[in-house]
């Protein structure tokens, strides 16, 4: 049996957090498939030429009758459009409330198909099976699930429990270098914002390359940071969960701004990240040589600081709309020091404008 770790993620519901080399071929070792009368496997026309056959069969081998629904690759495929696919295929699949979803994919992948499952017939199970860095080490934890909508980010959704997270590092062996990098803003995320060993071992790193025990190390590190955050605040009513969203306030900003096109998710919230360190740096919480570093870090693995040709006011605008906004205020995520975030700060929209203006120059 391929060595694995367990995360025994206790929320609402249980939700085990496997993490592991090899360990999509070993699937029924690590969740019980008995109870489901049928499987739906929902993944993308990237993911599906890479492992949907293999994954297919592991679960078909499980004796259930198993269909497939492949999504369009990116994240334009994150819409209301595609759930509404989604459920016309489920009904025309016969899928009933003992039906399971399997979603194989990264995060554009894991949000669509747990929103489908959280909804259709008011919700059936629903298991992730993350193939990038990024979903691994986040989006594929904790629960939240949704699409876009109007151009938001994440407008639509729900807080939904999977049953299950299986994540095999052994899959990220065939990213391509930009979907790494796309995974390492958020690993950087949880090194700033939580944990300075986790920064420190990552400015050690003298170049972009991981051997599967070091990304192993590090995605199960990451998977401990955010599932005792989701514990604390599944549902981000206390305000715990919300350090979880450092760098994603501007992020999602610039996302919707470039209309999520030639910006990935990564890209965007490295953006943000230098932007709320400045930020903080304004406000004098942030030495001005710790924002060096965090500027070298991003740049050492290959992440954007600035998002030239992008009109601060453009930002601002999107920033309104964010979900944390209330009541016409902007609560942020900032820093008090390296692996220090501190959540629901208020930032004088002129602060907010001069380190944008300094970013889009």
């Given at each position: 049996m391929k060595a694995s770790h367990t995360i025994k993620?206790?929320?609402?519901?249980?939700?085990?957090?496997?993490?592991?080399?090899?360990?999509?071929?070993?699937l029924e070792r690590h969740f019980d498939f008995t109870e489901y009368s049928s499987m739906v496997l929902i993944t993308d026309t990237t993911v599906n030429r890479l492992?949907?056959?293999?994954?297919?069969?592991?679960?078909?081998?499980?004796?259930?009758?198993?269909?497939?629904?492949?999504?369009?690759?990116?994240?334009?495929?994150?819409?209301?459009?595609?759930?509404?696919?989604?459920?016309?295929?489920?009904l025309a699949n016969n899928i009933d409330r003992k039906g399971l979803i399997c979603?194989?994919?990264?995060?554009?992948?894991?949000?669509?198909?747990?929103?489908?499952?959280?909804?259709?017939?008011?919700?059936?199970?629903y298991i992730q099976l993350p193939t990038t860095l990024l979903a691994q080490v986040d989006s594929s934890i904790g629960g939240k699930v949704g699409v876009n909508f109007e151009g938001k980010k994440n407008m639509v959704g729900s807080f939904y429990q999977p049953q299950a997270v299986i994540g095999d590092v052994a899959l990220l062996q065939s990213l391509p270098p930009a979907e790494m990098r796309n995974g390492l803003a958020e690993v950087i995320k949880y090194g700033i914002a939580m944990d300075e060993g986790?920064?420190?071992?990552?400015?050690?790193?003298?170049?972009?390359?991981f051997t599967t025990p070091?990304?192993?190390?590090?995605?199960?590190?990451?998977?401990?940071?955010?599932?005792?955050?989701?514990?604390?605040?599944?549902t981000e009513r206390?305000?715990?969960?919300?350090?979880?969203?450092?760098?994603?306030?501007?992020?999602?900003?610039?996302?919707?701004?470039?209309k999520f096109r030639g910006c990935r998710h990564g890209e965007a919230v490295a953006v943000g990240i230098i932007a709320v360190a400045k930020i903080s740096q304004q406000l004098g919480m942030l030495e001005p040589s710790d924002v060096q570093g965090i500027k070298n870090q991003l740049q050492k693995f290959?992440?954007?600081?600035?998002?030239?040709?992008?009109?601060?006011?453009?930002?601002?605008?999107?920033?309104?709309?964010?979900?944390?906004?209330?009541?016409?205020?902007?609560?942020w995520v900032l820093l008090k020091g390296i692996g220090k975030g501190v959540t629901n700060q208020p930032v004088e929209e002129n602060v907010v404008r001069k380190v944008l203006m300094e970013l889009c120059r």
């Open positions: 993620l206790e929320t609402a519901r249980l939700c085990p957090v496997t993490i592991g080399d090899g360990i999509i071929e070993q492992y949907g056959q293999s994954v297919l069969q592991r679960l078909k081998a499980t004796g259930k009758k198993v269909s497939l629904f492949t999504l369009p690759t990116g994240e334009r495929a994150k819409s209301l459009s595609t759930v509404e696919r989604g459920y016309q295929f489920l979603s194989l994919g990264g995060g554009v992948v894991g949000d669509t198909a747990g929103y489908i499952a959280a909804s259709y017939l008011r919700g059936i199970d986790l920064y420190r071992l990552l400015d050690r790193k003298q170049d972009g390359e070091e990304l192993a190390d590090i995605v199960l590190r990451c998977c401990r940071l955010k599932a005792g955050i989701v514990e604390a605040d599944e206390t305000g715990k969960r919300a350090i979880l969203n450092f760098g994603h306030t501007v992020g999602h900003a610039l996302e919707a701004v470039t290959g992440l954007p600081t600035s998002c030239q040709r992008v009109s601060p006011d453009g930002l601002i605008n999107a920033i309104r709309f964010d979900k944390k906004t209330t009541l016409g205020q902007t609560r």
